[in-house]
């Protein structure tokens, strides 16, 4: 905050979300409204931007702690929760993130609260804590689309582990996803009292038609009416990314509507039938899609949407910072967003870049993730399955409904680095009884030659 102040606004989307935290927080037509309520909340204890980002680095503190005590209440030893922890606190993407006016540190910071209490529900009867794990669920699905994979996950869990008998159980799976539900659909409502529309996003099919665009095959298939003006014309092996689709000035659906920001309401809809339609007639080229999707979070590499390097870079863009000052002066009349030369940001550069989650590092958490779940009982196991499902449903569902992304990654990698711990320590509690019993074979051995 001392180097760096007083934040990050280069990337897009924090014009969208000052814009909408102004006009109204249901202003934007692809983005939920969690985060601009998150910023009128702030703002009305401080009209500072640099307060903002200390929040949300407290809130990134407030994340690793979650986790670090979520590993702790599983019955594991203490000192494996200082993995999930060292993830959040250190990765470079993620400290990037809460230094920016992205929804990223929240989202993730409302995960771990609904991952922590959704621990004590599985070792502590009181409804208090489905009730906790249920809002804080929900309440991320008003930050990032992606908090429905927690919704999911969690109530089964929660029926099969929870404390106490067939009855509790049911009660505190239940109690954990009818909350969640409710602040789930709830968003409609409150949406349509506010703006007047009956809905979730007004164009959230475009990020649906940007995956579907590059693999579809329009010959193998009749289009619903009005909708093969959407069909790529390039050949599939020559498709471009899945933002090319959803905003290039020359992509189909772009040509006919001017964007999804210009875009009639019935544009959606007309994107969204098609979109249903590709993946019903195409169902193994999009499972093929989601499958290469998320081989970029191991082989991180160009071709679909932010990598690591690509976020920093948007993040201290010059062009994008100047474009926003307007809004940043509107809103936070006392700052500007950070702007330095490439010597100043040298350091930052190798920081990131030296912390990142990705390659053989997110191979091995993965592994001892998956590995430690037939080595796990009871309740420990449901921890394990709780936190390694979050993880990857949370980027499996990213990559089904839009594309690759390491702002998805970011807020993934704790609780993966939670199970992963689970997972080694399991290993290594069945590694150390047979290297025992062999050396005191050897021992044993050694005593009858000698004898």
Not at 46 to 51: A, E, I, P
Request: proline residues 6%.
């Amino acid at each position: 905050m001392l180097g760096y102040g007083p934040a990050f606004v280069g990337f897009g989307d924090s014009h969208e979300y000052v814009t909408a935290a102004v006009l109204g927080v249901f202003h934007d037509v692809q983005k939920p409204a969690g985060y601009p309520i998150f910023l009128r909340t702030v703002h009305l204890f401080s009209d500072s931007l640099t307060f903002t980002i200390l929040i949300q680095h407290v809130l990134g503190i407030a994340t690793g702690l979650l986790l670090y005590k979520a590993v702790r209440r599983t019955g594991a030893p203490a000192w494996l929760g200082l993995l999930p922890a060292a993830v959040v606190f250190f990765g470079g993407t993620g400290v990037l993130l809460e230094h920016s006016l992205l929804g990223d540190s929240l989202f993730a910071f409302l995960q771990a609260l609904g991952l922590y209490a959704g621990i004590r529900t599985l070792t502590e009867p009181q409804l208090r804590w489905p009730l906790l794990a249920g809002l804080a669920i929900g309440g991320s699905f008003w930050v990032k689309t992606v908090g429905l994979s927690s919704a999911i996950v969690l109530p089964p869990l929660l029926l099969a582990w929870a404390a106490g008998p067939a009855r509790r159980r049911l009660v505190s799976a239940g109690t954990a996803g009818c909350v969640a539900l409710v602040m789930i659909l709830g968003y409609v409502p409150v949406q349509a009292l506010v703006s007047g529309y009956w809905g979730y996003e007004r164009q959230s099919a475009w990020n649906l038609y940007g995956r579907v665009a590059t693999f579809v095959d329009c010959s193998r298939f009749t289009p619903p009416a009005g909708t093969r003006f959407l069909c790529p014309t390039e050949a599939s092996g020559h498709r471009q990314s899945e933002s090319f689709y959803q905003y290039a000035r020359t992509a189909p659906a772009v040509r006919r509507f001017d964007g999804p920001a210009h875009a009639p309401a019935s544009a959606n809809a007309l994107l969204q039938r098609f979109s249903v339609a590709a993946i019903t007639h195409e169902p193994l080229a999009y499972v093929e899609a989601i499958l290469r999707s998320l081989t970029f979070y191991v082989s991180v590499r160009n071709g679909e949407g932010y990598t690591p390097e690509g976020i920093r870079d948007a993040l201290l863009e010059a062009k994008g910072v100047e474009s926003i000052q307007p809004s940043i002066s509107a809103y936070y009349p006392h700052d500007h967003g950070y702007l330095g030369s490439a010597s100043e940001n040298s350091a930052l550069d190798s920081y990131e870049s030296d912390t990142r989650i990705q390659g053989p590092l997110l191979l091995v958490l993965l592994a001892a993730a998956i590995a430690g779940v037939p080595l796990l009982r009871g309740r420990m196991r449901a921890a394990s399955l709780l936190f390694s499902l979050t993880a990857i449903c949370s980027v499996a569902l990213a990559a089904a409904g839009n594309s690759y992304d390491a702002r998805y990654g970011y807020p993934a990698f704790g609780p993966l680095a939670a199970a992963a711990a689970l997972g080694a320590w399991a290993l290594l509690s069945r590694v150390r009884p047979r290297r025992a019993r062999a050396a005191a074979n050897v021992r044993s051995a050694g005593r009858a030659a000698s004898g």
